[in-house]
């Protein structure tokens, strides 16, 4: 098993407005492995439960990929249906943290989003990106679907454009086409200014009435109660699709590419 599986990381700071930031990241276009993934929603879960923390900003490491989905070298190692569960259920994990969080998530996506990284781009409350943020729902590409992000980039963008990204699933989509769908609630040209907007949001936030913005983040989930054993059964799916001979051969595949 590659080493590559073992590397990562996940760092939180909380600045004195109360503003947590959470930063993920990985040596392979911050792909990331099933500890890293769980790390993060456990992360995440903490800082909901921190009477310190106001807001969240979520964002990964470096200046190029936001996150280029769960692990390759993982996903290659599976030979069995429960582990394949176990596998896809990381992003479902982290999608579930953020969803039930009774913190509004800022989300900074400075770069490419691929498979795993659409869905956390759709499960923060509100996404800045840059101009180079494109996105792509790989997985059928691969032998297996979208299935564990889908109900969230669905929720967000709607089934028409969610489709368009599962069947599409070479076809890159610009940053301008992710807001437009709803994606990304800003774009900007750089990172300087998308941090800059970030950090003024944040701020508004922090002194706004905790109680009223953890009721708005209720409302806004509202619909989603069965989420956990939604995404449970969606990770199942691809789990045991992932077996499957066809899937192997595409990931070999995909590999030599």
Same mark, same amino acid.
């Given at each position: 098993m590659s080493e590559a599986i073992h590397q990562g990381h996940v760092e939180v700071s909380i600045d004195d407005r109360g503003v947590a930031n959470v930063e993920f990241g990985h040596p392979l276009s911050n792909s990331l492995p099933g500890k890293i993934l769980q790390k993060l929603a456990n992360t995440i879960t903490d800082l909901g439960a921190n009477?310190?923390?106001?807001? #969240?900003?979520?964002?990964?490491?470096?200046?190029?990929?936001?996150?280029?989905?769960?692990?390759?070298? =993982?996903l290659i190692s599976i030979k069995d249906l429960d582990t394949g569960k176990v596998f896809f259920s990381g992003f479902a994990n982290v999608i579930n943290a953020c969803r039930k969080?009774?913190?509004? #998530?800022? !989300?900074?996506?400075?770069?490419?989003?691929?498979?795993? !990284?659409?869905?956390?781009?759709?499960?923060?409350?509100?996404?800045?990106?840059?101009?180079?943020?494109?996105?792509?729902?790989?997985?059928?590409?691969? !032998?297996?679907?979208?299935?564990?992000? !889908?109900?969230?980039?669905e929720r967000k963008i709607g089934t028409s454009a969610m489709s368009q990204l599962a069947i599409n699933a070479t076809e890159w989509r610009t940053a301008r086409w992710a807001q437009e769908m709803g994606l990304y609630a800003e774009i900007f040209d750089t990172t300087e200014e998308?941090?800059?907007?970030?950090? =003024?949001?944040?701020?508004?936030?922090?002194?706004?009435?905790? =109680?009223?913005?953890?009721?708005?983040?209720?409302?806004?989930?509202?619909?989603? =109660?069965?989420w956990d054993d939604l995404l449970s059964e969606r990770a199942a799916m691809s789990g045991k699709l992932v077996l499957s001979d066809f899937t192997v051969n595409a990931i070999n595949n995909f590999k030599k590419k």
């Open positions: 009477d310190a923390v106001k807001v #969240i900003v979520l964002k990964s490491a470096g200046d190029r990929a936001f996150c280029a989905g769960a692990s390759f070298d =993982e969080c009774p913190k509004l #998530i800022i !989300g900074r996506v400075q770069g490419k989003a691929v498979g795993g !990284g659409v869905g956390v781009a759709s499960a923060v409350d509100y996404c800045f990106a840059t101009k180079h943020a494109a996105v792509k729902l790989s997985e059928l590409a691969v !032998g297996i679907g979208p299935f564990v992000v !889908g109900p969230a980039v998308m941090d800059a907007s970030i950090d =003024e949001l944040a701020t508004k936030l922090s002194g706004s009435n905790p =109680e009223a913005m953890e009721l708005l983040k209720q409302i806004f989930w509202q619909g989603t =109660e069965h």
